[in-house]
Structures are given as structure tokens and as C-alpha cells.
């Protein structure tokens, strides 16, 4: 096995955000769940667009902002997602490069646009999540650079991205791809939604040895072991997957590798002003501690630390430098 020249390769919707402050009723009068995500069509998208106050643009997408927090932390990266030729899209193209990351999957012409998320955040930080998945749902297996997925130390895959068809055939031969060159592969639920749509899946993907890292958060766990026993549920995942981590909001965040469990508490922060982008941003935290050979628990640290740096603002973008934050904190 040939030493890996990067330290994640991340598979994934490549969305640019639009994220704008609501009181509770708007959110309430679009009948969806606050803290919730949602899916819609292009049409319903420009409608509520039309109607949300004042936003700003940031690029997204939860694999998209796991590889960009690492990035943000030392780790060589590079992303694989489909942008339309479009004003977003290079927008989209603009800020993950910016950030140090490899992208290089070529534009798609023509409908649909790309891929857009209206993110709501009501005054207590909670993001409720419109997203119009437009040209990232059509991302082709012929699109995988299959020899920079085979260069990296992680494949990292988000359940996001499995609802289109086109995507989770490119995701399945990832996998392949992943393995045969001995790398690990890291998957993140994403939401309680994707369980819902396919939770078989995922659990069949867990019996196979196809994911040797798993993300959820407690909810999302609950979901997959199909129980209201946190402890039960977590041991019988874990039992399915060489490392299992599981964030559970204030309560800080545990994970059992291998049989070794560790457990932290959340970062303290002032306030909570936006919960976007807190889950991804924990993956990446952890898994940049991983790659860097720390042990479970300081790789736990590096994910509430870096959690805990997004939800101290708005957007899924780290606004300070966590790699010196990790430095101060943990040395």
C-alpha cells in the first residue's frame, strides 16, 4: 500500500448557503419543523427566497464544510461534488479553493442551477434547513477522481448525498475505490430524514464492512438502532464499525473505538448564535485529530472545539483559526 498524499477526500452535496434571521412564527407558518431540514424544487425554493429577510452567502454543504474546517486545521484535503455553470457554482468553486482544498470536479451545463440551501436561524441559534439540491444531485461515477480518492487516508461520505440515485452509485464505487487502496472510509448520517428514506441501506453498508467510521448525532443513533436507549443503541452500533462518535448537543460528545470509549463535554461558549454547520465541523475536528495520530479523547476535544467555534457565529465557515485554538487548548 502506497503512502497517502492526502489526508481526506470528501464525497458530497456542493451547496452555497443563504442564511438570513427568522422570528418563530415564519418558520412556523412554513409548516416545517424548526431545527429541521427539508427538500424542495427549484420553484419552491425562488418562492421562499422572495420572502426570507436579508441573507448572506456563504458556501456549504456538509462534507463540503467538514473538509473545509480540516483544511483550516492542517489536513491536505480534496472534495468531489457537482456545481452547474453557473454564478453559484463558482462561487461554490471560489471558497473551497480558497480554503486550501483540492476541486476539480468539472462544472455541469445547462438545468438545473446549483445546489442552494435557505438556512432560517430563529433568536435561539436553531437553523431550520430549505434546501433545493439542484445540480449536485446529478453528480455521475464518471465524475470520481478515482486516483485521488485512492491517495487519500479517509474517504469521507455524507447521507445527504445517498436520497439521488446517480450520487449513491458514485458513493458505492468510492467505497470500492477506498478500500481495494486500503483506506478507511468515514460516513455521517446527516439526518434523521436520510435514515427514515434509508436506513436499511446504511445499516446494510454498517454489516458489510463498508464504513469504518460513523458520525451521528444522538437522535440520528436512536434512528439507526430503531430504540430510545442511548447506551443500547450505542453499543449495538458500535459493534458494527471500527469507530462509532456520536455528539449529543450540550451534552458533549462520546465515541467507542475498538472497544476503547471516551467522552467530552461541550466547549463552553457566550452565546449560541447559529447551530449550522456543528456536526460537520465536529467531524472535522475529530477526524483532523485522528489523521494527526492524537488519541480518541483529544480527537474529541478538536471536534467540540471546532463545534464549538461555527455555533459562536453565522455560517458553517470557521471565522477564527482553529488550528490555534486546538493549539491553546490542547497544546
Not at 440515485?165 to 468510492?174: D, G, I, L, N, V
Not at 437522535?219 to 430504540?227: C, F, K, M, N
Not at 447559529?274 to 465541523?281: C, I, K, R
Request: aromatic letters at 6%; hydrophobic letters at 45%.
Amino acid at each position: 500500500m502506497t503512502e497517502p498524499t492526502l489526508d481526506i477526500v470528501a464525497i458530497g452535496n456542493a451547496i452555497v448557503d443563504v442564511i438570513a434571521q427568522a422570528e418563530e412564527e415564519f418558520v412556523a407558518a412554513e409548516g416545517v419543523t424548526k431545527g429541521s431540514m427539508r427538500l424542495m424544487d427549484e420553484e419552491t425554493s425562488d418562492s421562499l427566497y422572495s420572502r426570507m429577510g436579508p441573507g448572506r452567502e456563504i458556501s456549504g454543504g456538509s462534507a463540503a464544510n467538514t473538509v473545509a474546517g480540516m483544511a483550516a486545521m492542517g489536513a491536505k484535503c480534496g472534495f468531489i461534488g457537482q456545481v452547474a455553470d453557473d454564478q453559484l457554482g463558482e462561487v461554490f468553486h471560489h471558497d473551497i479553493s480558497a480554503n486550501g482544498v483540492v476541486f476539480e470536479t468539472p462544472a455541469r451545463s445547462g438545468h438545473p442551477s446549483t445546489a442552494r440551501c435557505l438556512i432560517l436561524v430563529t433568536p435561539d441559534g436553531q437553523r431550520t434547513m430549505n434546501t433545493f439540491l439542484g445540480a449536485s444531485q446529478f453528480l455521475p461515477e464518471a465524475a470520481l477522481d478515482r486516483d485521488m480518492i485512492a491517495s487519500a487516508r479517509i474517504l469521507y461520505l455524507e447521507g445527504y448525498l445517498w436520497d439521488p440515485a446517480e450520487p449513491r452509485a458514485a458513493m458505492r464505487a468510492a467505497i470500492d475505490i477506498a478500500h481495494k487502496a486500503g483506506r478507511q472510509v468515514a460516513f455521517t448520517l446527516s439526518d434523521t430524514f436520510c435514515i427514515a428514506r434509508h436506513g436499511d441501506d446504511f445499516r446494510k453498508l454498517l454489516a458489510d464492512g463498508a464504513v469504518d467510521i460513523l458520525f451521528a448525532n444522538e437522535s440520528e443513533l436512536l434512528a439507526l438502532a430503531g430504540g430510545d436507549d442511548f447506551e443500547a443503541a450505542l453499543n449495538s452500533v458500535a459493534a458494527s464499525v471500527d469507530t462509532l462518535v456520536v455528539t449529543r448537543g450540550g451534552d458533549g460528545a462520546v465515541a467507542i473505538q475498538k472497544g476503547q470509549r471516551a467522552q467530552v463535554a461541550a466547549e463552553p461558549i457566550d452565546r449560541i448564535v447559529d447551530t449550522t454547520g456543528a456536526g460537520d465541523l465536529f467531524a472535522a475536528g475529530f477526524m483532523a485529530g485522528q489523521v494527526q495520530g492524537r488519541s480518541l479523547e483529544d480527537s474529541l476535544h478538536m471536534g467540540a472545539i471546532a463545534a464549538g467555534e461555527i455555533i459562536s457565529h453565522y455560517g458553517a465557515r470557521a471565522e477564527a483559526k482553529l488550528d490555534e485554538l486546538i493549539k491553546a487548548r490542547l497544546g
